[in-house]
């Protein structure tokens, strides 16, 4: 009797050290497929760089009777998404853009977004055009952020600066193994300008090839 109350006694303390045999097998694989995360989806983060940028027809009118003034403008970014994996490939789902100045937003969304959705293999760069047309009516701004933009734009070698926020909805893909993610894109651009003619508009255009932020 005595022995088999203390053989009794040494299983009771295993079970409670792992919980039974199942758990401790539920551990293992929760744990191996932690690992596989880290080898397989974690060093894969996607890179991206502004290979152009086209801004056309900037004004800002600001009203002496009001406190809210007004940005018009026509902007084209031509963004590359780059994927560096060699065994995971890349969907993107959605792409939503916004273009910022001195933190205030000029634009709630691209206009357009071409394409809006794909499909990246490994190794391999797509472009997308993002486009803010923002003609008359403009965006809406304080008169204080619109005397910063004309500043910028009427100084001697006037140069305007401007930053892009992508956020972005992938899957990565490799065999029965999916991920979703949801990066977040910085791009900041320096635009060059100068009168498009006897009015008050400004414009300009460079290629950059600027490597943006990408966060996840």
């Known amino acids: 009797m005595p022995s088999r109350q203390?053989?009794?006694s040494g299983s009771g303390g295993n079970q409670s050290c792992c919980g039974g045999e199942g758990?401790?097998?539920f551990l293992f694989t929760v744990g191996l497929l932690v690992l596989i995360y880290w080898a397989i989806?974690?060093?894969h983060h996607i890179r991206a760089t502004v290979d152009s940028t086209t801004?056309?027809?900037l004004t800002v009118s600001n009203s002496n009777a009001s406190s809210v003034a007004e940005v018009s403008y026509n902007l084209a970014v031509n963004l590359n998404l780059y994927n560096p994996s060699v065994r995971v490939s890349i969907y993107y789902d959605t792409i939503d853009a916004k273009l910022r100045f001195r933190d205030a937003v000029l634009g709630p969304a691209a206009n357009g977004t071409s394409p809006s959705e794909f499909y990246q293999r490994r190794k391999a760069s797509d472009g997308v055009k993002l486009e803010f047309d923002y003609g008359r009516p403009g965006v809406g701004?304080?008169?204080?952020v619109a005397g910063e933009l004309q500043k910028e734009m009427s100084s001697e070698?006037?140069?305007?600066?401007?930053?892009?926020d992508v956020d972005v909805r992938v899957r990565y893909v490799f065999r029965i193994f999916k991920l979703r993610q949801k990066p977040?894109?910085?791009c900041s651009l320096s635009i060059p300008v100068k009168a498009e003619g006897p009015g008050p508009a400004v414009g300009g255009a460079?290629?950059?090839?600027e490597r943006c932020r990408v966060k996840y």
Do not use: H, T
């Open 157 to 164: 070698a006037p140069v305007v600066r401007l930053e892009l």
């Open 55 to 57: 801004l056309s027809n």
């Open 184 to 186: 977040r894109i910085w």
């Open 41 to 43: 989806f974690q060093p």
């Open 6 to 8: 203390g053989s009794g």
């Open 141 to 144: 701004v304080s008169v204080d």
């Open 206 to 209: 460079v290629a950059s090839d």
């Open 23 to 25: 758990f401790c097998g």
